[in-house]
């Protein structure tokens, strides 16, 4: 599964060091936002713009965890494994390709499997 994404909305979301850090940190594992300050080096609010913004644009997943107390916590997770930047028409098209399961993985092939080719039926 790919999107389109508006370039310049994209170039400014990764401008960012800390969003940066905080897909490579979140691409590991689960992370919740007090780990990716302490990861990332930043403050939780700094780390809250940024996974809003992240989230925004699909690259972040979002998940509830609940602690051993029994409090309810997000985790953030990367949502996507690759961004290609073109040049087509003389301007830039930017696409994400985001993760996806083996359950989606095997619908889509099953699905593309059972369409026919060229149009012919």
């Not at 930043?42 to 713009?49: F, G, I, W």
Request: hydrophobic residues 35%; contains cysteine; charged residues 30%.
């Amino acid at each position: 599964m790919s999107k389109e994404w508006s370039p310049q909305d994209i170039f400014e979301v990764l401008a960012s060091r800390t969003a940066r850090d905080i897909l490579v940190a979140s691409s590991r594992r689960e992370m919740s936002a007090r780990e990716l300050a302490e990861t990332c080096g930043v403050s939780r609010p700094t780390v809250y713009r940024r996974i809003n913004e992240l989230h925004k644009y699909d690259l972040l997943a979002q998940d509830v965890a609940i602690g051993r107390e029994g409090n309810h916590y997000h985790t953030y997770e990367t949502n996507m494994d690759r961004i290609c930047f073109d040049i087509e028409d003389c301007e830039f098209v930017v696409t994400v390709r985001f993760e996806e399961d083996l359950v989606d993985r095997f619908i889509s092939t099953w699905t593309r499997f059972g369409q026919p080719e060229n149009g012919e039926a």
